[in-house]
């Protein structure tokens, strides 16, 4: 289903930006919760979908925004960001390892 044109545009390209929302609180081209549709399920749908859902989704943003917030992040000397994918089993990975220099922003 995550790489069916039907259900999503340009299935195999890496594009962040589908999963922002329209401005107005309404997820713009997907739903998480499988009440509305189900074309993207990493917490099931149905009955048994998972409970904490929710807590998830809370915890990763503020993970991911504090690691933002109190480090500076910028790419090895003479690297460069390189988004190339490759297929590991049923996981695409990044083909090339991203290697970070990362530092506090506050000292
Ligand atoms: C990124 C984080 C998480 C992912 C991707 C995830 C994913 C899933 C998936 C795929 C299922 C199976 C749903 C099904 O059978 O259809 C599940 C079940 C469950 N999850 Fe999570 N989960 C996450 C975090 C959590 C957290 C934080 C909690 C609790 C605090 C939690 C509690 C549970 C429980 C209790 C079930 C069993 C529900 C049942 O069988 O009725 N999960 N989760």
């Known amino acids: 289903m995550g790489r069916d ?3 999503w545009e340009d299935p ?11 401005g107005d609180g309404m997820p713009q081209a997907f739903d998480l919760t499988g009440s509305r549709e189900i074309k993207m399920m990493p917490f099931g749908a149905g009955r048994r979908i998972c409970p904490g859902l929710a807590l998830a989704l809370l ?7 504090n690691l933002i917030r109190e480090f ?7 690297e460069e960001v390189d988004l190339s994918e490759k297929q590991y089993t049923i996981l695409i990975m ?14």
């Open 12 to 22: 195999m390209e890496f594009k962040s930006e589908r999963f922002l929302t329209r």
């Open 59 to 65: 915890q990763l943003q503020y993970f991911v925004a």
């Open 72 to 78: 500076e992040w910028t790419v090895k000397d003479g």
């Open 94 to 107: 990044m083909k090339n390892r991203l290697r970070t220099h990362i530092s506090p922003r506050r000292v």
């Open 5 to 7: 044109p039907k259900v």
